[in-house]
Structure formats: C-alpha cells, structure tokens
C-alpha cells in the first residue's frame, strides 16, 4: 500500500504529513512521533494501519519537514497545529496514536480539543508530573552533542542512543541520525516534555485509552502503571522486547495492538 506525502498551509507555515489509506467509514487515525524523530518513525507501521483506516502521521512543527513558525515549542503549541492539521484535511474525529513525545501531545490534544479525539494509544509515555520534572532538570541533555570540525559529534550521537536501541539493528540508529540532524534544536522536544505540567489536564482525558508499554524502554515503562492510575478507564498492553524505538523496531506487534484496540471500540 502506497504512502502519499504532502504539505499543509498552516498557521506555523508549512506542515508535512504522510498518509496511507482510503477508508473514510471510520475516523482517522493520527499518529504523532517522539523527538527528535519525524513521520519516518512510522513507515513502516503506515501501510499496516493503512489497510483497515486511514491513517496520518504528521511531522510535529519543528520536526521532519514542518516548519515551526517561530513559535516557542510547547507541547500545547504542538497539539494545537496538529489541531490545524485536522481543520485542513477535513478530518472532523480521529483517534491518537503516539508514541513517547507522541504521547504526551496526544494527552493534551485529548485533553484541549475534546470533541476531535476519540480515543488514544499511549505508547511509551511518560506521566510529566512535578517529581518528573524535578528529576529531568538533574539529568544530562539526552540527545546533545557539541558540534566538532571532524565529524565525531555525529558517532557522539549515534552512541548517546545505542545502549537503548536493539543489536544488530545499525538502521534503526541511521534513522534516528538523520531526523536529529534535521532539527535546530535536537533537546527542545525532550525540554517541552520536561516541562509540561500533566497532572494538570489528565483528568479531563475521559477518551478509551490504551497504554503500550515497550518491556524493555528504561525510560517510559515504569510510567505506566501510573499513568492507568490516573486514566482508570485505560488499560495496558506489553510488547515483549520493544525499546526505544518501538514503532519502526518492531512495527507488526505495533499496528496489531493499535489495531486490535481500534476493534474494541464502538
């Protein structure tokens, strides 16, 4: 199944999504990537997803293609223009899929714009509350890197993310590269998410909710049990194995739990 890429004129400028998929019966499905990653990070799951519903995933301003309209990244900034996104397709209803920074835009928009989201897929995201956010301001920059004349600063990158990344798998690294060298700014997704104050709006979140833990993701495992905590509606689904990268490590067992969810639904 083909995907099809193209431009949307918003209010940041220009936006860049990807779609695959023909089926209008049913709402669409919006899938929001983490940082500094873009729509790529879904290549693969697209054309899953794509045979069933039609599915979008959007580069968020800022990232992949999109452009940011120099706005101050936020993640209410970016839940807005995937707002604006929906407004341009025409897309009245969607139900969201996203995945670490993904995820918490995808609270947000269900928290700020309810009537356009019906459900959400939490993949690998993290609960921001206040000892959250107290214990990222005593880490390091997670994907930083000083730039240097011979190049090193490109092999800094690739190693800063290796340990959370399956062996064997040099292209999940490559993709990850490539979107980080995009990106002006390759933490301002990491210091959104950092900041962002969820304790504040996840009860309004009153969407069917289901939380995909990656077994083996360090970073956003232990959360979910808090976040079906706050979202009692929610349950959660473990993928075996799954790090990091998830979507595009293991895309098959990803559009399978998302798909089988969507199924629940009335």
Known sequence: MSIRRAFAELSV????????????????????????????????????IGMHRRA???????????????????????????????????????DVVGHHTGGVIAVELAAAFPERVRSLVLSSTPYTDEPFRKARAQRPPIDEVAPSDDGSHLAALW?????????????????????????????????????????ECIGRVVQPVLIVRATEDPFASPHAVELQHHLPQARIVDIEGG????????????AQAVLDFLATLP
């Open 56 to 94: 979008i995933a959007m580069d968020t301003a800022g990232f992949g293609d999109s452009a940011d309209g120099g706005v101050p990244a936020s993640i209410g900034q970016w839940a807005r223009v995937a707002c604006e996104l929906l407004d341009a397709l025409g897309v009245a209803q969607v």
């Open 159 to 199: 190693q800063k993310r290796q340990g959370f990344y399956p062996p064997g798998r040099p292209d999940l690294l490559e993709a990850f590269v490539l979107d980080a060298l995009k990106v002006a700014r390759v933490e301002e997704g990491h210091r959104a998410v950092a900041s962002y104050r969820m304790e």
């Open 13 to 48: 400028g220009q936006v860049h999504y990807a779609a695959c998929g023909n089926d209008f019966r049913a709402p669409a499905v919006l899938l929001l990537h983490q940082s500094p990653r873009s729509w790529a990070e879904y290549r693969a799951v697209l054309p899953l």
């Open 243 to 254: 790090m990091v990268p998830l979507p595009d490590q293991m895309p098959e067992a990803f």
